[in-house]
């Protein structure tokens, strides 16, 4: 039975690779069909936060510094 692993299960089968089997970074790119670049960034991410830190977070900003108050916005629309 073939068994579909999630991107963070992934990731982690590679950051052990490089940490417990001796792995090179290269050739676990390869294999996993990322950057080295990238390997490098899931093994900064895992030391850091552990497995929390191999989950995709959102790109978008908390805030937007320059976006008027609501209440501007809405007095404008009133015009």
Not at 7 to 22: D, I, P, T
Not at 46 to 71: I, K, N, W
Request: net charge negative.
């Amino acid at each position: 039975m073939l068994v579909e692993l999630s991107v963070v299960e992934q990731r982690l089968a590679a950051v052990k690779e490089v940490l417990e089997g001796g792995a090179t970074v290269v050739s676990v790119a390869d294999r996993f069909g990322v950057g080295r670049q990238t390997v490098h960034v899931w093994l900064r991410k895992y030391a850091d936060r552990g497995l929390r830190g191999l989950v995709d977070q959102p790109s978008t900003p908390l805030s937007c510094p320059h976006q008027m108050a609501v209440e501007t916005e809405a007095l404008i629309v009133e015009l």
